[in-house]
């Protein structure tokens, strides 16, 4: 690029890229509540002040990868009358362009010598944003408002004086305001942070050369996903799936359908044939729809574009959410369960459109979220408590050429969310963990199998309360698994009560008492490729590891293991996959809570 030496280029670059991620650890070791300090349910980024898209973190694409229209909200509802040292809240879907009401963004417009050029954000999941149930994830609000608290574009800190009374104001409406306010402090810190770090480059550098390097950045990132795109055979490619019901209207799946549609180096994702927006509260408002579909698309580009994403990225795609769908509700739809219960469909359906485009590439679904809430009060300080956790996730799907890792969790999260310490839940909650570890066989069979499923097991030994299963999902509505691998499982979530399993399902509300035990057993993630292709000798690693049973790895995989030694009985295994594979279905024994092989019941 002329008049830009190489060198000052990647270092602005990196200093971009840096800062976002220093700006995430900043915000997580400031933060106090469960969700953000423990989770890192927490993502920032750096945007241009028209709303373009400078440097995407490592976060939740429902989060951060939409901010652009957010951005665009701020700056149609402020006009001229933002100035340095303004801070401006919003959570609102409608008003302020962002995702569910629990995910609060601070932004931050960024001035260098009387010019508006960039804007910063952080966004966290808070502890509680008031509404009808502790968490927000209650499913069968009568309209967003009983969600919680929708704050549009407001200004919390003005010319850096805080609007103290406006604050006062907002954490009257939550619970737990001295938790929601110890996290907005580290918040609104992290976003100084940054601009006093975006400054320090801007005087190295210089305005000019700093933006022109940003220009090139953009530009680089845009040829090399266009050559990515360009890459895909022309053509149209289908995917879908499902939700297991909206929380309402019960047992009856929602469903979000993609057609993804390639032309030379453009690409349009089309999510016309979706359902349309439900009563229940597992819409996803456009802006984390947008953001899931495009984020989800980086996932089978080139890895080594990881680190570049910016607006770049996006030019050459185009997403297309007809208003009233379930991927872009109108005011006042209820949308609580969004970024899980049609966000992570967003994703697994662009995922299994793309797959079918890329095999070589191919992906298959992750393991279906798990989440609950739980109220109650804790005997040990007689206060109440809202208890949540990604730790019952089941793990990532399997893509072309390697299994899907055991552990990673939430592909809406990119698994940058964190499972938590198991200490420090114990410390923080009136809950004893009995049992956390990786299911044998609840995952999808195949070339590349996916990565284990979970069981968790913990009691309640505090008061009796109230179970939300509003994050919940995969019950009737297993995850594909792509090129001829197995889907994620489907998964159960019970109540011990004296000894007796009570089966649970997503979207409802339950009572819980004091003695009960919680069993989540979660499908892990999707296989890719057929099962009787995978090598025998890595069938007889997971049998030795435990990740793959005797039966599994003999009827599934056609291999037959020596159960002392693990070896491969060579010749038993020639027979096996001599014949063609017979259908076989993973499944939870509702009484006795083991895993099971079955004779499959698809046509």
Not at 11 to 20: A, K, M, P
Not at 36 to 43: A, E, G
Not at 391 to 417: E, F, K, N, R, W
Request: overall charge negative.
């Amino acid at each position: 690029m002329a008049g830009i030496d190489p060198i000052t280029l990647a270092t602005v670059w990196h200093s971009f890229q840096t800062l976002v991620r220093e700006m995430r650890d900043m915000v997580t070791r400031t933060s106090q509540s469960y969700l953000m300090s423990q989770l890192k349910d927490v993502s920032v980024g750096i945007w241009l002040a028209d709303g373009s898209t400078v440097a995407m973190p490592q976060g939740l694409l429902c989060q951060f990868m939409g901010t652009k229209f957010a951005i665009r909200a701020v700056r149609e509802h402020f006009g001229d009358d933002l100035n340095p040292g303004d801070v401006i809240l919003t959570n609102d879907p409608y008003k302020g362009m962002t995702v569910h009401l629990p995910d609060w963004g601070f932004i931050r417009p960024i001035f260098f010598e009387g010019e508006l050029l960039f804007f910063t954000l952080v966004r966290g999941h808070q502890q509680d944003t008031g509404g009808s149930f502790p968490g927000g994830y209650f499913p069968n609000s009568y309209d967003i408002h009983a969600e919680g608290l929708c704050i549009p574009p407001t200004k919390v800190f003005e010319r850096d004086r805080e609007r103290a009374d406006v604050m006062r104001l907002i954490w009257n409406n939550v619970r737990w305001p001295e938790a929601v306010r110890v996290d907005n402090y580290a918040m609104v810190a992290t976003s100084r942070f940054a601009e006093n770090r975006i400054h320090h480059v801007l005087r190295r550098y210089g305005k000019d050369t700093v933006m022109a390097c940003i220009a090139e950045m953009l530009a680089r990132t845009e040829r090399a996903v266009r050559a990515e795109i360009a890459a895909i055979p022309d053509g149209t490619y289908s995917g879908e799936a499902a939700t297991d019901d909206d929380g309402t209207i019960l047992d009856e799946p929602v469903w979000v359908r993609v057609d993804i549609t390639v032309k030379g180096d453009d690409l349009t994702v089309d999510f016309s044939r979706s359902d349309a927006q439900r009563k229940g509260f597992v819409n996803c408002p456009f802006a984390a729809s947008y953001a899931i579909a495009v984020g989800s698309m980086m996932l089978l580009f080139d890895p080594a574009l990881a680190d570049f994403h910016n607006e770049g990225s996006l030019r050459p795609i185009t997403v297309i959410a007809p208003p009233g769908s379930v991927v872009n509700p109108q005011y006042p739809a209820t949308v609580g369960a969004a970024p899980v219960n049609v966000g992570h469909q967003i994703a697994t359906s662009v995922g299994q459109a793309l797959s079918k485009a890329r095999p070589d590439r191919a992906m298959a679904s992750w393991g279906k979220r798990r989440g609950d809430y739980v109220s109650s009060v804790d005997p040990r300080s007689g206060q109440p408590y809202v208890r949540t956790t990604f730790d019952y996730d089941g793990s990532a799907g399997a893509v072309t050429g390697h299994d899907g890792p055991t552990g990673p969790l939430s592909i809406g999260s990119l698994a940058t969310v964190m499972r938590s310490n198991a200490e420090e839940m114990e410390i923080r909650f009136p809950w004893r963990l009995l049992k956390w570890e990786a299911a044998t066989d609840l995952m999808g069979a195949g070339r590349w199998r996916g990565g284990g499923g979970v069981e968790w097991r913990a009691l309640n030994v505090g008061a009796d309360g109230r179970m939300a299963t509003g994050s919940s999902d995969g019950d009737s509505t297993p995850g594909p698994g792509a090129q001829g691998g197995g889907g994620s499982p489907c998964s159960r979530t019970f109540l011990l009560r004296e000894g007796q399993p009570i089966r649970v399902k997503p979207h409802r509300m339950v009572e819980i008492k004091k003695g009960d035990v919680v069993v989540k057993i979660s499908g892990g993630g999707g296989g890719v490729g057929m099962p009787f292709e995978r090598p025998a000798e890595l069938v007889a690693l997971d049998v030795r590891n435990g990740m793959v049973s005797l039966d599994c790895a003999r009827r599934i995989y056609g291999v037959a293991v020596d159960p002392a030694s693990f070896a491969v009985d060579e010749a038993e295994t020639r027979r096996l996959r001599s014949k063609p594979p017979e259908e076989w279905d993973v499944v939870i024994n509702e009484k006795t809570l083991a895993v099971e092989l079955v004779p499959s019941r698809s046509e």
